[in-house]
């Protein structure tokens, strides 16, 4: 099924200037970008957006990540987006995540893991309409 998804290529990665290879390795997977917007995130933003993850210990320090710099956010399209996505994006933290994974590539911490994916179809719909309303 062609689906959509969101990414976001997050602060650490902006600022290392690593967007143009992350666009890149997302063209040749066979993603199509549908939108895309460098934006700066205000920290009731970021907060919004990471809603269920607000009472876990590590959430005040990823609104403050997340608010440190610009960050690009993308609908992304292909067949099996979501799933497809996620796992070119890699596990959580780079020490785990797979050879050729975006994370092991770009990430330098748990926190500071260069992208984000939606993780399921149906978050991809809310985080999508979050950034893209018009989508
Ligand atoms: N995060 C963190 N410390 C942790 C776990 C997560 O700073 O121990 C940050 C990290 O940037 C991660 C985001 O919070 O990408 C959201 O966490 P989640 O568990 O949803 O990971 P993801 O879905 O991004 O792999
Ligand atoms: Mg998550």
Partial sequence: MVERT????????????HSGMIINLIELNKFSIVRMEKINLSKERAEKFYEVHKERSFFQELVSYMTSGSVIVMALEKENAVKDWRDLVGATDPLKAAPGTIRKMFGTSIGNNATHGSDSIENAKVELKFFFPNL
């Fill in 6 to 17: 969101l990414a976001i290529i997050k602060p650490d990665a902006v600022q290392a200037k």
